[in-house]
């Protein structure tokens, strides 16, 4: 198998390392127009899928492994991977609307997981008509740790060293270097430091 690369819309930009394309494995679909992936090289691209609209981009830095990681941007979606960054299998980076996912360096994104900038469908106060759910950015620091099937809805920003647990999810900040579990995800164990 190899990449395969389906650009339907106008002015997208693909540049995907010499590397990468000769040995990745992978789907990349743009539908819109004014979008950008941009793969470093020695990315391991395994299975990856990665779909972006309207003025959406993706980007993996250096040496980062992308096993059949799912990316979806409908429009303005934009979404960024730091080096030595490892995700194991079908982890899911969702941008339904304008916003975006920044994870640093280092990190390991367990099985199953999901980050999302929104909730994919608008919630309205009946009164005053204004929306009360807007989309909001998703940010993992370098050097964090997230346990199979963790979430980080709207608005996660999970500090850097911290570990989130196995299926907590987080809906706001989490401090640098601490241990978060639960639903919702709260600190558990501060002042810790994980080794790969």
């Given at each position: 198998?190899?990449?395969?690369?389906?650009?339907?819309?106008?002015?997208?930009?693909?540049?995907i390392a010499p590397d990468v394309l000769a040995?990745?494995?992978?789907?990349?679909?743009?539908?819109?127009?004014?979008?950008?992936?941009?793969?470093?090289?020695?990315?391991?691209?395994?299975?990856?899928?990665?779909?972006?609209?309207?003025?959406?981009?993706?980007?993996?830095?250096?040496?980062?492994?992308?096993?059949?990681?799912?990316?979806?941007?409908?429009?303005?979606?934009?979404?960024?991977?730091?080096?030595?960054?490892?995700?194991?299998?079908?982890?899911?980076?969702?941008?339904?609307?304008?916003?975006?996912?920044?994870?640093?360096?280092?990190?390991i994104i367990a099985s199953l997981t999901l980050?999302?900038?929104?909730?994919?469908?608008?919630?309205?106060?009946?009164?005053?008509?204004?929306?009360?759910?807007?989309?909001?950015?998703?940010?993992?620091?370098?050097?964090?740790?997230?346990?199979?099937?963790?979430?980080?809805?709207?608005?996660?920003?999970?500090?850097?060293?911290?570990?989130?647990?196995?299926?907590?999810?987080?809906?706001?900040?989490?401090?640098?270097?601490?241990?978060?579990?639960?639903?919702?995800?709260?600190?558990?164990?501060?002042?810790?430091?994980?080794?790969?």
């Amino acid at each position: 198998m190899a990449i395969e690369i389906a650009d339907h819309g106008a002015r997208n930009r693909v540049e995907i390392a010499p590397d990468v394309l000769a040995d990745g494995v992978g789907e990349i679909i743009i539908t819109g127009d004014d979008s950008q992936v941009v793969i470093g090289a020695g990315v391991r691209l395994a299975g990856a899928k990665i779909q972006l609209g309207n003025r959406c981009s993706f980007t993996a830095a250096a040496n980062s492994n992308l096993a059949k990681i799912q990316v979806f941007a409908k429009t303005e979606g934009r979404a960024s991977i730091g080096a030595l960054t490892a995700f194991t299998m079908d982890s899911r980076l969702w941008l339904h609307e304008p916003g975006a996912i920044t994870i640093g360096e280092r990190c390991i994104i367990a099985s199953l997981t999901l980050l999302t900038v929104s909730d994919m469908h608008s919630i309205f106060d009946l009164e005053s008509g204004e929306r009360i759910n807007p989309p909001r950015d998703v940010i993992v620091e370098d050097d964090v740790w997230l346990g199979r099937e963790a979430m980080l809805l709207k608005g996660a920003h999970v500090g850097r060293g911290s570990v989130i647990g196995l299926r907590a999810v987080v809906t706001g900040a989490i401090p640098p270097h601490c241990i978060a579990a639960g639903i919702p995800a709260r600190v558990i164990r501060e002042n810790v430091r994980w080794q790969q």
